[in-house]
């Protein structure tokens, strides 16, 4: 289906274009030239992509509300195409169109069908196209598999929390990849990239009339992507208005089109996204609680980069094999000077910044070593503490805590039964008590406490377990 072009038109000019474009793409294409031709081909077999005038689409979207549709239209039907975008054209092109314009978005659009009606792939590169997939053999990452593998098979919605640039969205195309939904539409959504106005619109859809500017009707996402996968990519940025719309939905599995009175069942399973703390925006009146456990049923907090060490060299070397060829680069090895920069810098931007990183260094890379002046360079420069540097000013002065450090580790090194594991002892007496004042100032949410300590909310789960602290609304030890 994906690989395949419907058009329909009776201008011979268009039709040539488009075949040369076709053959460029290798996509099969049918031609058409009326709509009265059109209705059976629609109903037999759905292409991948339909190309048409606005007249023509008014009908395709009423018989395929769920069409990959690119529109052709002249310059004096700039309005009528706009209005088709808001019901859910992928594009319009202007004639004259040429060629390899008309490939670029043929090409494109074609993707995008791909993406909804073929299941996510996760294996090796097929014929040299880098495919999108999880790269990470850290612990931390070994245990989101595991996560994955348990939750993907159940058909229960799904909070993927982590900081930006983690690879949240991957997460998500891996649970869809070994869930039962795989076969199905698959949608992904950045919240906080539609304004606040229009994001009920484009999850829900709208009836003609609903508010000035709706000529027509739009079928939403959820209608869209009925019996398969929407993701929902910084959910915390939703309107709370549109959040109790989205709660019925979950609920119920039922909606209503903005301004429209029909009772619309769709059956998705959300797989949502948030860089942000969604605890606290609760706290602070911003995000339901009630959406926030109908959400996170399973839960996987992507761990960052800084808590990846052995991943940041996979990544780097991965990267580089990715982006060579296109960027006209022919690194093969890495000098050994810059391997310990990468693992230094703590990737506040994770895995996007390294890849923005490494694929800066490509540009300007010469020879097939990567060497260290290829690396922008607040990565070369930046500094960072060392645990020596934790002697500040305030921390000489008498009474510091250094102070009280060091009365407590004499108290222990004066323990004959420590000896051999004193610093295995030391080192769990600090965690646990830095662990239970972080979670005290918390008020023993997790979220908070995890970003006071720097560490991800499933390496704090872990600790907590490790360390047998109970938590509450207090916190205590378990004895």
């Not at 007249?55 to 004096?76: D, G, H």
């Not at 992507?225 to 959040?243: M, S, W, Y």
Request: charged share 25%; glycine share 6%; proline share 5%.
């Amino acid at each position: 289906m994906a690989d395949t072009v419907l058009l329909i038109t009776n201008d011979g000019g268009i039709v040539q274009k488009v075949r040369d474009a076709c053959r460029e793409l290798e996509a099969s294409l049918t031609h058409l030239d009326t709509l009265k031709d059109a209705t059976e081909q629609l109903a037999a077999a759905p292409p991948g992509l339909i190309l048409c005038d606005y007249s023509t689409f008014e009908i395709v979207r009423e018989q395929l509300p769920r069409a990959c549709v690119l529109l052709y239209t002249e310059p004096a039907g700039s309005e009528q195409a706009i209005e088709a975008i808001k019901r859910g054209a992928l594009d319009y092109l202007v004639t004259p169109i040429e060629t390899e314009v008309l490939a670029r978005h043929i090409g494109e659009a074609l993707r995008i069908s791909r993406d909804i009606h073929v299941p996510a792939v996760y294996g090796e590169p097929v014929d040299d196209v880098a495919v999108e997939r999880i790269i990470g053999q850290s612990p931390a990452m070994r245990e989101v598999y595991k996560l994955i593998g348990r939750i993907a098979p159940r058909d229960v919605n799904v909070l993927i929390t982590g900081e930006s640039g983690t690879g949240k969205e991957l997460i998500a195309r891996a649970i869809l990849h070994h869930s039962p939904r795989k076969d199905h539409p698959f949608l992904a959504i950045n919240c906080a990239a539609i304004p606040e106005t229009l994001i009920e619109s484009e999850l829900f859809g709208h009836e003609k009339g609903a508010f000035t500017g709706a000529a027509l009707r739009r079928i939403g996402k959820f209608e869209q992507c009925d019996g398969g996968t929407l993701f929902l990519d910084e959910i915390g940025d939703v309107p709370l208005a549109t959040q109790a719309k989205l709660l019925r939905v979950l609920q119920d599995n039922s909606f209503q089109r903005l301004g429209g009175t029909e009772l619309i069942t769709s059956d998705v399973r959300i797989i949502a996204a948030t860089h942000q703390p969604l605890e606290t925006l609760i706290e602070e009146k911003r995000f339901r609680q009630d959406l926030y456990f109908r959400l996170n049923v399973a839960g996987i907090d992507v761990p960052p980069l800084r808590e990846r060490e052995v991943d940041v060299v996979l990544l780097a070397h991965k990267l580089v094999q990715r982006y060579n060829r296109s960027l006209g680069a022919d690194i093969r090895s890495f000098s050994p000077d810059v391997l310990p920069v990468l693992l230094k810098y703590p990737w506040p931007g994770n895995v996007r910044e390294l890849e923005n990183a490494i694929k800066a260094a490509l540009v300007v890379a010469r020879g097939s070593i990567m060497r260290l002046e290829f690396l922008p360079e607040h990565i070369r420069k930046a500094t960072h503490p060392r645990s020596s540097d934790f002697s500040t000013k305030e921390n000489l002065a008498a009474g510091s805590p250094n102070d009280e450090a060091r009365s407590i580790a004499e108290k222990l090194a004066a323990q004959p039964s420590l000896a051999g594991k004193l610093h295995e002892t030391a080192t769990a007496i600090v965690e646990r008590e830095i662990i239970r004042v972080c979670l005290q100032r918390a008020k023993g949410q997790l979220a908070p406490a995890a970003k006071i300590l720097g560490i991800s909310r499933t390496t704090l789960r872990k600790k907590i377990a490790d360390h047998g602290i109970r938590t509450t609304t207090s916190v205590d030890i378990d004895t």
